[in-house]
């Protein structure tokens, strides 16, 4: 690490940052939304374009002395408009902050307060911002774990479901997957003014034309939000919504391997509306700094071994799931066609909360998530979500995720006996445990032989 400045003007901050670097280089990451950036990403992001304020757009600012930033959102723009090969009548916004503002924006551009916006239930793997809201125990009645549609509940959780009236479907409870006639029935009975997809945890592509088709039907605006996918869209290793949604959302620091930010893409006469709603609506000047990062992430996604890249992920989640298949663990919709696996462990002694927790004493890094049917509370849910768009960062592959599903199995076997005890007790004995501590040593040794050095 070479941070002359900061060790010696603040050591105190200076010791956090070499503990999470030595983290991030010995730990294998999997968390489906994270990843690693460049170098060249962070030193962008470090520069002086964070000193300067912004307010509007290219060529027409508020403040003087612009002209470097307006060269720099035209340079993100257009970078974006080749990489995700925007039709003529496209435009782009580069300045949401993150995914969440970013689908506000749209919201607040297209829609009146009050509109109807269907998005997927957030337990069965959709996003807080495409209008999340719940019941409290004391009306459990009005949550039906296997109905297709559900109407949102009295706790307005996110802001989306308190400005706007937001009602949800949810996957089938066979397949887990998009059951799109029973989208359709939903679409045609609730005449939401806006349908979303997207979200956290579906390990599936989306049938982006068939989903504009049901809109249309309701005469409703199509938002696809690609968080997740971006980089995998990018690189194409998965199929694009872009013209084909009415808008495009999606954050920059997933699969894309940029710094953390978002962008909007859509057609040029709701872009103006969206353009407004971003600035002065929403947001006031723009993170320049943020932009800088994302616009050299951008020309890194447009090389050809970014396309190896995104291949790479899919593969590598597809062998993992293969592998942890062999030893009994459960996938949602039976596998994945990107880079990220829901694993149902409720034919396991132990589910996500305690599982995430021993993994991370084994030196790999995952979250505890709810998955389709979820009967338990988010804070402690059935299923475990992992992702391979980090580790495919450092080059590891298919061979790798045979041995990380090997590790982890190792894991479940040895924490299914404390299966029953308290959590701090559990995580008492996961500490002691001499198995862990020895995969996480291999896992350091495997972390040495793949470092993070891009
Ligand atoms: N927090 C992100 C994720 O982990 O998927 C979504 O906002």
Known sequence: MDKPNLKKQDPELYNILEKEEFKQQNKLS??????????????????????????GYPGKRYYEGNYNIDELENLAISRTKELFELPEDWEVNVQPLSGSPANLAVYIGLLKPGDKI??????????????????????????????????????????????????????????????????????????????????????????????????????AYYLADVAHEAGLIAGKANKSPVGIADVVTFTTHKTLRCNRGAMILARTDLMKKINRAIFPGLQGGPHNHSIAGITVGLKEAL????????????????????????????????????????????????????FARALDYAGIITNYNTMPGETRP????????????????????????????????????????????????????????????????????????????I
């Open 30 to 55: 999997m968390i489906a939304s994270e990843n690693f950036t460049s170098k060249a990403v962070r030193e962008a992001v470090g520069s002086v374009f964070m000193n300067k304020y912004s307010e």
């Open 118 to 219: 269907m998005g997927m239930y957030l337990p069965d793997g959709g996003h807080l911002s495409h209008g999340w809201s719940y019941s409290p125990k004391s009306e459990e009645a009005e949550f039906v774990p296997n109905a297709m549609f559900y109407q949102g509940g009295s706790r307005k959780v996110n802001v989306t479901s308190k400005f706007f009236e937001a009602v949800q479907y949810k996957t089938n409870p066979e397949t887990q997957m998009f059951d799109y006639e029973e989208i359709e029935k939903i679409a045609l009975e609730q005449k939401p003014k806006l349908i979303i997809t997207g979200g956290t945890a579906y390990p599936r592509e989306i049938d982006y034309k068939r989903m504009k088709a049901i809109a249309e039907k309701v005469d």
């Open 303 to 354: 090389s050809p071994e970014f396309q190896e890249y995104a291949a790479q992920i899919v593969k590598n989640a597809q062998k993992l799931a293969e592998s942890l298949m062999e030893f009994n663990f459960q996938m949602v919709t039976g596998g994945t066609d990107k880079h990220l696996l829901l694993i149902n462990l409720s034919n396991k002694p132990i589910l996500g909360k305690k």
């Open 378 to 453: 988010p804070a402690d849910p059935s299923a475990l979500r992992i992702g391979t768009p980090w580790i495919t960062t450092r080059g590891m592959k298919e061979t790798e995720m045979v041995q990380i599903a090997n590790w982890m199995n190792s894991v479940m076997e040895e924490v299914g006996k404390w299966a029953d005890l308290d959590f701090d007790i559990f995580e008492e004995n996961v500490k002691k445990s001499e198995l862990i501590s020895n995969i996480a040593k291999d896992v350091e040794k495997l972390c040495t032989e793949f470092p993070l050095d």
